[in-house]
């Protein structure tokens, strides 16, 4: 099966061609780079055009993998449209898959993982999961956080991030840090095909972002 990845949660982006089956590990065809800021002119030709340089239409496509975030408002949007448009022509799967999912996987550690990634605004976004096996990492839960808040909440756990201001803060507090680069299309192809296999799919319709806020309680403590 031929499984189409896209991430368009960051500065820049990717997409992937991965031949993922049953009984064979998911294989990778070909990884293209997207530019930050043209996200919107720039996707679906270059999906055009990676398919093309590999011999492929879009009527091979058996499956999709897609970042829902934490990330940009803005690239996030872009690519879950395009995802959305060609999952609903084509009438086929759709995985979700977190971007602090992909880091936390991306370290290699296993066990209790804190995955880390900056948000601006001195806040952070804070993935913790538990990291083992062959299986997709399962989520213990995803926040936004303050800098401080999160330094705080990090304890034993392994904390993995692409950002060196925060693995210097996280190093200054004695914690464990990995620092990673941060995952291309062809690691969310791979995490996309175990759980496309595993039948955590949605379809078109219900494919959403995932921004990462603040629950509606710590706001309320916020701001009393």
């Known amino acids: 099966m031929l499984l189409l990845a896209v991430d368009t949660s960051g500065r820049h982006g990717s997409i992937a061609l991965a031949r993922c089956g049953p009984e064979i590990a998911?294989?990778?065809?070909?990884?293209?780079?997207?530019?930050?800021?043209?996200?919107?002119?720039?996707l679906v030709?270059?999906?055009a055009a990676l398919l093309e340089k590999h011999g492929f239409s879009k009527a091979d496509i058996g499956a999709f993998a897609v970042v829902s975030g934490p990330g940009s408002f803005t690239g996030l949007r872009i690519g879950l449209a395009v995802i959305k448009a060609l999952a609903e022509v084509l009438a086929k799967p759709i995985a979700i898959v977190s971007l602090l999912e992909a880091l936390a996987a991306a370290g290699g550690s296993q066990g209790r993982v804190m995955a880390v990634i900056e948000a601006g605004r001195n806040e952070v976004f804070v993935g913790e999961y538990e990291v083992g096996g062959a299986a997709a990492a399962h989520v213990i839960r995803?926040?936004?956080l303050t800098c401080d808040e999160w330094l705080e909440s990090a304890s034993e756990e392994m904390i993995v991030t692409p950002?060196?201001?925060i693995a210097e803060a996280a190093r200054?507090?004695?914690l464990h840090?990995?620092?990673v680069e941060r995952p291309?299309?062809?690691?969310?192809?791979?995490?996309?095909w175990?759980?496309?296999?595993?039948?955590?799919?949605?379809?078109?319709e219900a494919l959403d972002a995932n921004y990462v806020g603040r629950s509606e309680a710590e706001l309320f403590v916020k701001g009393r």
């Open 26 to 42: 998911c294989e990778v065809v070909g990884v293209e780079a997207l530019s930050g800021g043209t996200f919107s002119a720039e």
């Open 194 to 204: 175990r759980k496309i296999a595993g039948g955590e799919t949605v379809s078109a």
């Open 177 to 179: 840090v990995l620092e």
């Open 172 to 174: 200054a507090k004695g």
């Open 45 to 47: 030709p270059q999906i």
């Open 184 to 192: 291309r299309s062809d690691a969310i192809a791979q995490i996309g």
């Open 163 to 165: 950002d060196p201001t």
């Open 142 to 144: 995803e926040r936004l």
